[in-house]
């Protein structure tokens, strides 16, 4: 994991109150079994295990629209899905009342796995807070969840039957397999990858795309897009996010460099936190393009001047096509960091812009120039002066990503703190 300042100074903080806790016998004593409990209070110090039912309008709506009608449609048999990193089973619960809505085959199965055992021992229960469930519209949550007492409500028998749980760490091999070693139809992986390291980002996409079936689908969050889509995957584009599917042959190996694909590219559309409408009532998008532009954000940005706004629909449309080379190339294009320049002049406050070119020169090794890029998104953030893009992190979100990336690069040393 790429920790944050925080998270080290809680994971410091708690071995520091423990006798030894910065020797190697201690480490020793995590690993046996007579460690797994204090290994566990570790873990949790350090996780981030925020969640929630319907978690990200807009992605869900196209994975509803796009991937799972159809897959219920042409399948006609039980959907396996796996929800790793699952916390403490929101999304698990999300999935499966989806499934239910659009009359999934009854067979069909959710597994949730975290490395926390706490999260997964709540997970197993399947309860929610009234406050939770006030993000669900009343006639599906009627329908699939029932109340508990105490203001609490919990997924009806028979959705329950269909979920498993398992402690797993995604660090760990081997992974787990659907039912009778099939693969999974989807993979949801969202807010998990976004606290690795590069290397290990790489790494467990590279093993959650093996463990797909064949056209099965894998599902970042929208801080989580691939930058370039690694072997055996492509990226499957819809109106409002980014899935990428296991591609029918095998993609040809691609040399990797040493600081790893990291992000960014493209993604769903903001997402604010809060709950979507439920399933039954969301709007359906037009329909997926394989390739085209984004369109312009319209009634979503306050008026600005005709000039200036010609300025940001030229900045918009270049950035467009920097995600467009993304999602279509397995490498980045050498063209990505002049045309996010370009697009940057025309438009400086076009924050996920700067963000990915901030990627882009880490990649490239540019440390000192990528932390100059991200500083600056991050003060165009910070200061209200940030547009926000289509299709790509919202703003909140982006902004910390903005400060992962400069703590990152402080914490490597390329570039001193200011
Ligand atoms: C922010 S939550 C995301 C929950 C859910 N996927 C969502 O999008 O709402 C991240 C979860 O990833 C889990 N996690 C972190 N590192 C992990 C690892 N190495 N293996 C499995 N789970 C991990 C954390 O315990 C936490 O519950």
Not at 106 to 117: F, K, Q, R
Not at 346 to 372: F, I, K, N, T, W
Not at 387 to 415: D, K, M
Request: aromatic share 6%.
């Amino acid at each position: 994991m790429a920790l944050s300042d925080l998270q080290c100074r809680r994971l410091d903080e708690k071995l520091a109150a423990r006798p030894g806790g910065h020797s190697a016998q201690y480490l020793l004593f995590l690993k046996s079994p007579a460690g797994a409990g204090e290994l566990a209070e570790l873990i949790d110090a350090i996780t981030v295990q925020k969640t929630d039912l319907f978690r990200d309008e807009s992605q869900l709506l196209a994975l509803r629209t796009h991937v799972l009608e159809p897959l219920v449609a042409s399948k006609r048999r039980p959907l396996r899905i796996w929800s790793a990193g699952c916390a403490t089973g929101e999304e698990v619960a999300t999935l499966l009342v989806m499934l239910a809505e659009m009359g999934a085959d009854a067979g069909s199965t959710v597994l949730g796995t975290d490395i926390s055992e706490t999260a997964i021992a709540r997970a197993r229960e399947l309860c929610f807070t009234s406050e939770q469930l006030q993000r669900v519209h009343p006639m599906v949550r009627d329908r699939w969840f029932v109340p508990v007492g105490a203001g609490r409500f919990t997924l009806v028998a028979h959705l329950k039957d269909r979920a498993s749980f398992a402690c797993h760490n995604l660090m760990d091999s081997p992974y787990p397999a659907a039912a009778e070693g099939q693969g999974f139809d989807l993979i949801a992986c969202r807010n998990v990858l976004i606290y690795f390291t590069p290397e290990s980002f790489d790494r467990v996409v590279g093993l959650l795309a093996e463990r797909l079936a064949p056209e099965g689908l894998l599902m970042l969050s929208a801080t989580e897009p691939l930058l370039r889509t690694p072997p055996g995957l492509r990226t499957v584009r819809c109106e409002q996010a980014f899935f990428y599917a296991r591609a029918l042959e095998p993609a040809p190996l691609v040399p990797r460099t040493p600081s790893g694909s990291g992000l960014p590219a493209v993604g769903a559309r903001p997402s604010p936190e809060v709950g979507p409408p439920p399933a039954a009532t969301m709007d359906r998008p037009s329909e997926a393009r394989s390739s085209g532009r984004f369109p312009a954000i319209g009634a979503e940005r306050p008026p600005v001047p005709a000039v200036a706004a010609s300025a940001h629909s030229e900045a918009e449309a270049l950035f467009a096509q920097v995600l467009e080379w993304a999602a279509e190339a397995s490498e980045v294009s050498p063209q990505t960091a002049d045309t996010l320049r370009r697009c940057l002049t025309l438009d400086p406050d076009l924050a996920s812009a700067r963000y990915l070119l901030g990627m882009v020169l880490e990649q490239r090794g540019a440390l000192a120039e990528a932390a100059a890029e991200f500083r600056k998104a991050l003060r165009s953030l910070e200061e209200g002066r940030a547009r926000a893009t289509p299709f790509y992190l919202n703003n909140a979100r982006l902004q910390v990503a903005c400060a992962r990336a400069i703590e990152r690069l402080e914490r490597a040393g390329s570039t001193p703190p200011r």
